[in-house]
């Protein structure tokens, strides 16, 4: 009786663990690959822009807040434009989905 | 008046080859107020510099080479033909151009080529006066350029140009390419994003970016003509070279640090001062996957930069370049190699059943709608091979291994130490370099290392 009843407590210690670290890594990072249908950034000196992308798998629209130097010049100087497929990694800090990963699945 | 350009254009002439600009360039008035007229007007201070270029790996995509296995010594090998498995095409079979509808009915413009310095029309390895008015100087001087400009499109003869940002704002921009200038094109060569060699140079990942350093800062060009190392996968090279001895001596380890200059005979820099490696391992051409935008790409499995272990081998800076396999020549005992680190990658593709020679691929049929051996009998038809279409139905899938240089993402700070390699469970692998186990036996034990990794320890703490 003992030894099940500690069976069942190790289960459940494991079990709980299990999902508590599945909960929080979901939390911390997305991941989607979807095409730029919108950039919004304001001027060359800009520290922070929005794209919008279409989400390949739900089809849903995604705001991303890209605060990245790379990325943002690459906003600017038009490399990466409307049309361009993504891959993208964020994480929801404060309601924002702020980029943590940013490119052009494209290559040549 | 022409008296007085002329006389201008001399003494910018003799400020440019004198090198006395700081930073910004020299000649901003001039081009001010003629504007900017594609190379002649680079051409106006830098006479000559044009048909420099064109005879250089960046325009050519190929040049002679002399240190890889069965290769013909009297033709020039690059980009422009290889047939390897990183990247199945190249730019003679898959040429820039408007790939078939796909399925939804979009179409677009893709190319091995498409990083070509020119306008296409112009294109790899072309030569005369139009080539050279073709280049596209800004796209690897200005730091102001629209890249809304340099896409393709069909002119009225029905040809595919690419196009160029020649505005006088770029052309007010030039200076010495910066990394973002380089990374252009190399960042996302193979097919993505840090795809190929699977480095990034920010200053998070490489000791002279951290410094403030650009890629020509070691890759220094003289007439455009651009030092490369000796990765055993990057062949065209332009006849001068670059290595970490060119700035660090073969002796740089001072201090308690002193005995690793012990390691320079037979260890490569690159060995201890990068250890980590990134980028795609692996790569199947003969499986195209559907994207969001449908259009199919090669299945690939992706890595980040500094993801994945390098493996480490002998490396006598020559190349042994077969069908299944391309990767250093060397061993303990030729006295001439070092032991490098490596990224190794996995490529499959097709084979020709008849010859077993690896098979190179047209991407415009599988971008379209996911057919590879489509592209094969595409690029067999471009290269005049005999019955293009048995050859493609006949091809048999196969693997490649690539040994790629692993010439970046260096680190001080990281760098392995005496443990890593001589620890019992070190990263090198000495059976494989050719140690017997006696030799193996000494080199694990602590002996070794003890007294100055104890030195050492007492002056970090």
Same mark, same amino acid.
């Given at each position: 009786?003992? @030894?099940?009843?500690?069976?069942?407590?190790?289960? +459940?210690?494991?079990?709980?663990?299990?999902?508590?670290?599945?909960?929080?890594?979901? +939390?911390?990072?997305? =991941?989607?690959?979807?095409?730029?249908?919108?950039?919004?950034? +304001?001027?060359?000196?800009?520290k922070?822009?929005?794209?919008?992308? =279409?989400?390949? =798998?739900?089809? @849903?629209?995604?705001?991303?807040?890209?605060?990245?130097?790379?990325?943002?010049?690459?906003?600017?100087?038009?490399?990466?434009?409307?049309?361009?497929?993504?891959?993208?990694?964020?994480?929801?800090?404060?309601?924002?989905?702020?980029? @943590?990963?940013?490119?052009?699945? +494209?290559?040549? | 008046?022409?008296?007085?350009?002329?006389i201008?254009?001399?003494?910018?002439?003799?400020?440019? %080859?004198?090198?006395?600009?700081?930073?910004?360039?020299?000649?901003?008035?001039?081009?001010?107020?003629?504007g900017?007229?594609?190379?002649?007007?680079?051409?106006?201070?830098?006479?000559?510099?044009?048909?420099?270029?064109?005879?250089?790996v960046?325009?050519?995509?190929?040049?002679?080479?002399?240190?890889?296995s069965?290769?013909?010594? &009297?033709?020039?090998?690059?980009?422009k033909?290889?047939?390897?498995?990183?990247?199945?095409?190249?730019?003679?079979?898959?040429?820039?151009?408007?790939?078939?509808?796909?399925?939804?009915?979009?179409?677009?413009?893709?190319?091995?080529?498409?990083?070509?310095?020119?306008?296409?029309?112009?294109?790899?390895g072309?030569?005369?006066?139009e080539?050279?008015?073709?280049?596209?100087?800004?796209?690897?001087?200005?730091?102001?350029?629209?890249?809304?400009q340099?896409?393709?499109?069909?002119?009225?003869?029905?040809?595919?140009?690419?196009?160029?940002? *020649?505005?006088?704002?770029?052309?007010?921009?030039?200076?010495?390419?910066?990394?973002?200038?380089?990374?252009?094109?190399?960042e996302?060569?193979?097919?993505?994003?840090?795809?190929?060699?699977?480095?990034?140079?920010?200053?998070?990942?490489?000791?002279? !970016?951290?410094?403030?350093?650009?890629?020509?800062?070691?890759?220094?060009?003289?007439?455009?003509?651009?030092? #490369?190392?000796?990765?055993?996968?990057?062949?065209?090279?332009?006849?001068? *070279?670059?290595?970490?001895?060119?700035?660090?001596?073969?002796?740089?380890?001072?201090?308690?640090?002193?005995?690793?200059?012990?390691?320079?005979?037979?260890?490569?820099?690159? #060995?201890?001062?990068?250890?980590?490696?990134?980028?795609?391992?692996?790569?199947?051409?003969?499986v195209?996957?559907?994207?969001?935008?449908?259009?199919?790409?090669?299945?690939?499995?992706?890595?980040?930069a500094?993801?994945? %272990?390098?493996?480490?081998?002998?490396?006598?800076?020559?190349?042994?370049?077969?069908?299944?396999?391309?990767?250093?020549?060397?061993?303990?005992?030729?006295?001439?190699?070092?032991?490098?680190?490596?990224?190794?990658?996995?490529?499959?593709?097709?084979?020709?059943?008849?010859?077993?020679?690896?098979?190179?691929?047209?991407?415009?049929?599988?971008?379209?709608?996911?057919? !590879? *051996?489509?592209?094969?009998?595409?690029?067999? *038809?471009?290269?005049?091979?005999?019955?293009?279409?048995?050859?493609?139905?006949? !091809?048999?899938p196969?693997?490649? #291994?690539?040994?790629?240089?692993?010439?970046?993402?260096?680190? &001080?700070?990281? %760098?392995?130490?005496?443990?890593?390699?001589?620890?019992?469970?070190?990263?090198?692998?000495?059976?494989?370099?050719?140690?017997?186990?006696?030799?193996?036996?000494?080199?694990?034990?602590?002996?070794?290392?003890?007294?100055?990794?104890?030195?050492?320890?007492?002056?970090?703490?």
């Amino acid at each position: 009786m003992k @030894k099940s009843v500690a069976v069942m407590i190790v289960f +459940a210690l494991v079990a709980l663990s299990v999902l508590s670290f599945s909960k929080v890594a979901s +939390a911390e990072e997305i =991941k989607m690959v979807g095409v730029i249908t919108k950039i919004d950034i +304001a001027g060359k000196d800009a520290k922070t822009a929005t794209a919008t992308l =279409k989400d390949n =798998k739900t089809e @849903k629209l995604v705001e991303i807040t890209i605060n990245d130097d790379l990325t943002l010049d690459k906003f600017k100087d038009h490399r990466i434009v409307v049309g361009d497929e993504i891959r993208c990694k964020y994480e929801v800090i404060d309601g924002k989905n702020v980029s @943590k990963l940013f490119r052009k699945t +494209a290559g040549c | 008046m022409k008296l007085t350009v002329t006389i201008s254009s001399a003494l910018l002439a003799v400020l440019c %080859a004198a090198g006395v600009w700081g930073a910004e360039h020299p000649g901003k008035s001039e081009i001010e107020k003629n504007g900017y007229k594609g190379p002649a007007t680079c051409e106006e201070c830098h006479p000559g510099t044009t048909k420099g270029f064109i005879d250089s790996v960046h325009w050519k995509h190929a040049s002679k080479v002399d240190n890889v296995s069965n290769l013909d010594p &009297k033709k020039e090998y690059g980009m422009k033909n290889r047939i390897y498995t990183m990247c199945n095409g190249n730019d003679i079979v898959n040429n820039l151009k408007e790939i078939p509808k796909n399925a939804e009915g979009k179409s677009k413009f893709t190319g091995c080529n498409t990083c070509h310095p020119g306008n296409h029309v112009s294109d790899v390895g072309s030569t005369g006066p139009e080539a050279e008015n073709a280049i596209d100087c800004l796209v690897c001087h200005s730091t102001d350029y629209d890249f809304r400009q340099r896409k393709p499109f069909k002119n009225e003869k029905g040809q595919v140009v690419m196009g160029q940002d *020649r505005s006088t704002k770029a052309a007010l921009a030039i200076a010495k390419p910066t990394v973002k200038n380089c990374m252009v094109c190399h960042e996302a060569a193979g097919g993505g994003v840090l795809v190929k060699r699977g480095f990034s140079f920010t200053k998070e990942t490489d000791a002279h !970016a951290a410094k403030g350093m650009v890629c020509v800062d070691c890759h220094k060009a003289k007439n455009h003509k651009i030092p #490369t190392g000796f990765d055993p996968n990057n062949w065209a090279n332009d006849g001068v *070279r670059v290595a970490c001895t060119d700035c660090h001596g073969e002796k740089p380890h001072k201090g308690l640090s002193a005995a690793y200059n012990n390691h320079t005979s037979k260890i490569a820099c690159q #060995t201890c001062h990068i250890p980590r490696t990134g980028g795609a391992v692996a790569k199947d051409f003969t499986v195209w996957e559907k994207g969001g935008d449908g259009f199919y790409e090669p299945t690939t499995l992706k890595q980040e930069a500094n993801a994945t %272990a390098p493996v480490y081998a002998w490396y006598n800076k020559t190349v042994r370049n077969e069908q299944h396999f391309i990767g250093p020549n060397g061993s303990r005992k030729d006295g001439k190699s070092k032991i490098y680190p490596f990224k190794i990658y996995m490529g499959k593709a097709f084979y020709d059943k008849k010859t077993g020679n690896l098979l190179s691929m047209d991407f415009a049929p599988p971008m379209s709608n996911g057919n !590879a *051996r489509a592209g094969v009998e595409s690029a067999a *038809r471009t290269l005049g091979m005999k019955n293009p279409a048995d050859i493609a139905k006949n !091809a048999v899938p196969g693997w490649q #291994t690539i040994y790629f240089g692993s010439n970046h993402l260096v680190t &001080k700070s990281k %760098a392995l130490n005496c443990i890593n390699c001589h620890g019992v469970n070190g990263v090198i692998n000495f059976k494989d370099l050719g140690y017997s186990d006696k030799e193996i036996k000494k080199l694990t034990n602590p002996e070794i290392y003890f007294n100055q990794l104890i030195e050492k320890q007492k002056e970090d703490w």
